[in-house]
Nanobody, 124 residues
């Protein structure tokens, strides 16, 4: 199994940027996809972005396309979510998720492994 720990959240003004990190440990030698999800207060957890093992295939929610970029460094067992032009509606707890396989996945139920999350707050 793989363990995931997020970091990099914080408070930022609208229009600003943050980079989240997701450090993986455990059985990281096998191919696994990484997904980023977020959950705002009173709302369901939603898909943000995902990437396959090689980094050659990615997917984004329409709400973040052109502003967020997912990446990974498999040598460091770390994935990233670069968030630019942040908006107040991006405020949420951001979770990274992992699942063994060759593709990337958009649905929450496709991921078995989850981090505890990191809070992102965007002020207006």
């Amino acid at each position: 199994q793989v363990q995931l720990v997020e970091s990099g959240g914080g408070l930022v003004q609208a229009g600003g940027s943050l980079r989240l990190s997701c450090a993986a440990s455990g059985r990281t030698s096998s191919n696994y996809a990484i997904g980023w999800f977020r959950q705002a207060p009173g709302k369901e957890r939603e898909f943000v972005a995902a990437m396959n093992w090689s980094g050659g295939s990615t997917g984004y929610a329409d709400s973040v396309k052109g502003r967020f970029t997912i990446s990974r460094d498999n040598a460091k067992n770390t994935a990233y979510l670069q968030m630019n032009k942040l908006k107040p509606e991006d405020t949420a707890v951001y979770h990274c998720a992992g699942q063994y396989g060759s593709s990337w996945y958009q649905s929450i139920s496709s991921y078995r492994y989850w981090g505890q999350g990191t809070q992102v707050t965007v002020s207006s």
